[in-house]
């Protein structure tokens, strides 16, 4: 079981727990996306609000032989429910959006990438209990309201160029994981500068029903 391998595999600091083995998406390139009134069906049978339909923005199944149907589906997808205005206004640029390294297995993260100028995001959302995010970061947490949500800081004291805000869902957490780029470090920027902004820029997202 090894959720730390999220972090590894993704760009430092998932931070998570747990995983066997894993079934990815790779990577395509970026380029933007009308958000479109068509509300998908997944074959899971999980339907959703209105999303960005790029075929290359769609989240892989969350069946295949590691998922052992034991946990909900994760239905807030960071790629296809997020949409420009919030990035924009999050300080990021919509066009970088980008399918992150999935992880569907025991447990599933779903995962998007953006840069920006002085920070690059990774969200990762998944269906890991929110006692399980605290069994694992508890140490380098500390707690955190965002926007009204169970929220906590988790700063890796290994890794000084990053930052990372777990918010609570019903399903379990999403992570807003950012990296300080080489312009955020020439401007002065310590490594949680601005990253509560960037959170409650994008939390309003996630959905209140989830």
């Given at each position: 079981m090894?959720?730390?391998?999220?972090?590894?595999?993704a760009a430092t600091c998932a931070l998570l727990v747990l995983s066997?083995?894993?079934?990815?998406?790779?990577?395509?390139?970026?380029e933007p996306t009308p958000v479109s009134a068509d509300i998908p069906s997944s074959s899971?049978?999980?339907?959703?609000r209105p999303t960005l339909t790029a075929p290359?923005?769609?989240?892989p199944s969350q069946e295949n032989e590691y998922t052992g149907g034991?946990?909900?589906k994760v239905v807030f997808d960071p790629c296809t429910w997020i949409g420009d205005d919030a990035v924009a206004?999050?300080?990021?640029?919509?066009?970088?959006?980008?399918?992150g390294q999935d992880l569907i297995t025991e447990y599933t993260f779903l995962t998007c990438d953006f840069d920006g100028l002085h920070w690059n995001l990774q969200i990762d959302s998944g269906n890991a209990s929110w006692q399980e995010d605290l069994d694992k970061n508890g140490e380098i947490s500390e707690p955190l309201v965002v926007?009204?949500?169970?929220?906590?800081?988790?700063?890796?004291?290994?890794?000084?160029?990053?930052c990372d805000i777990h918010v609570r869902t019903r399903v379990g957490f999403v992570i807003f994981n950012t990296t300080r780029t080489f312009e955020?470090?020439?401007a002065g920027l310590e490594r949680c500068d601005g990253v509560l902004r960037i959170a409650e820029a994008l939390e309003p997202s996630i959905g209140a029903e989830n």
């Open positions: 090894r959720l730390s391998d999220l972090a590894t595999a066997v083995g894993c079934a990815r998406e790779p990577d395509a390139p970026a899971e049978g999980v339907t959703s290359h923005l769609q989240p034991k946990r909900s206004r999050a300080g990021l640029d919509p066009a970088s959006r980008r399918r926007n009204g949500r169970e929220a906590m800081w988790v700063r890796d004291p290994h890794l000084v160029k990053t955020g470090s020439e």
